[in-house]
């Protein structure tokens, strides 16, 4: 990842207490983590941020704009990751609540907010051309939430299948006509074919699940057949199935008795797991809003 500005001298004035750490008069520089094409996935961005936040969900990191926080105070280190600031642009009073998923150690204090979920929320329409904005910082006691952990997810549930017609459609979700093509608009045709695809049948849960990642495990074979599966659609009456996988790129993967598909449906375990590393190639595939 690149920084899109050059660090600048500025004076802020700091509170010595972590948890009620304050500035103002701060730049607050901007920074495209391409958190959609990466998956929200801390070791394909590379933050600081990754080990102390691990075992957290991709809807946790969701929930609030990113930020980077620079500090001389080095030693504050991890003790940032995870918590939230209160942003205040002073040229317009427009304020957003961010979250430090990366720390970094240098001479004076600034941020760098991500340039989608957080800068451009604050922005008066010439930060981007400057290179940064000059904010009110303080760092909140609370964010409202703690971090969930990724799953667990259902076990002894049926997975039926479904035709998406992936190929057909160039694996477009919008082309395809699936739940999730207005929630994830922007993401690449690479990330797109990374994983078989699934719709999920907690509607409860819908459309947060969206571009989730599930290891599933069909518990019916010697093998214990397992395959990674995306998230990217709904499906009804979940007392039924708890899963509808696209046959060709996962439910067949993993049939390999061939029971399921005579049956019309596997007996299977998930459970939701990171999808891992972002492909690098990002031509973004644009879907229907």
Not at 237 to 244: Q, V
Request: glycine share 8%; aromatic share 12%.
């Amino acid at each position: 990842m690149k920084r899109v500005s050059l660090s600048l001298v500025f004076l802020a004035t700091l509170v010595a207490s972590a948890a009620a750490q304050s500035g103002s008069g701060v730049y607050a520089y901007y920074r495209d983590y391409n958190l959609i094409n990466n998956d929200y996935n801390f070791e394909a961005l590379g933050v600081s941020c990754a080990k102390a936040l691990a075992n957290t969900t991709v809807e946790w990191r969701k929930k609030y704009g990113w930020t980077g926080y620079c500090t001389p105070h080095a030693d504050l280190g991890e003790d940032m990751c995870g918590k939230c600031i209160s942003v205040t642009n002073t040229a317009n009073g427009a304020n957003e609540k961010v979250r430090v998923f990366h720390y970094d150690s240098c001479g004076v204090d600034h941020l760098d907010l991500d340039l989608h979920t957080s800068f451009a929320k604050i922005d008066d329409g010439n930060g981007v051309d400057v290179g940064h904005l000059v904010v009110d910082y303080e760092f909140v006691e609370s964010c409202g939430d703690e971090p969930e952990p990724i799953g667990p997810g259902e076990t002894n549930v049926h997975a039926t299948f479904a035709n998406f017609d992936v190929k057909k459609h160039n694996w477009s979700l919008s082309a395809a006509g699936v739940e999730c093509a207005t929630y994830l608009p922007d993401v690449s045709y690479e990330w797109l074919k990374k994983y078989g695809w699934t719709g999920y049948c907690n509607t409860d849960r819908m459309p947060d699940a969206c571009g989730k990642c599930l290891k599933v495990t069909n518990t019916e074979t010697e093998t214990k057949d397992e395959i990674k599966v995306r998230i990217v659609d709904a499906c009804s009456d979940h007392e039924f199935h708890a899963l509808n996988m696209d046959y060709d790129y996962a439910f067949e993967k993993i049939d390999t008795n061939k029971i399921g598909y005579l049956r019309g449906y596997l007996v299977v375990d998930y459970n939701f797991v990171e999808c891992g590393y972002a492909l690098e190639n990002k031509n973004v595939h644009v879907a229907a809003q």
